[in-house]
């Protein structure tokens, strides 16, 4: 079991940045897969962003690429998501996720693990 624990979101003007941190409990933190998703009101989750096990690969959804960045401190159990350049349209719940299969899997159908969400608002 992967307990995940999200913090750094808040209320944040447009063109700002926050940086959204998961501490994950499991000593197999260091060989999973690691990814953000996001949910805003009234429409289903969707996948921001996912990284391996090593750190070496990332992908992006088409909404933040160059704008949010992925990485991850296997050292300290623990991934981040900067964002930067934020819009309105960035405003949701994001959630961490973990996972044993490749970042195309976890992306295509959901987590195996999740955390509890951590709210982003930007406003205009």
């Known amino acids: 079991q992967v307990r995940l624990v999200e913090s750094g979101g808040g209320l944040v003007q447009a063109g700002g940045s926050l940086r959204l941190s998961c501490a994950a409990s499991a000593r197999a933190f260091s060989t999973s897969t690691m990814g953000w998703f996001r949910q805003a009101p009234g429409k289903e989750r969707e996948f921001v962003s996912g990284?391996?096990?090593?750190?070496?690969?990332?992908n992006y959804a088409d909404s933040v690429k160059g704008r949010f960045t992925i990485s991850r401190d296997n050292a300290k159990n623990t991934v981040y998501l900067q964002l930067n350049s934020l819009k309105p349209e960035d405003t949701a719940v994001y959630y961490c996720a973990a996972d044993t299969r490749p970042i195309a899997a976890m992306a295509r159908s959901g987590a195996l693990y999740w955390g509890q969400g951590t709210q982003v608002t930007v406003s205009s």
């Open positions: 990284i391996n096990w090593s750190g070496d690969y990332t």
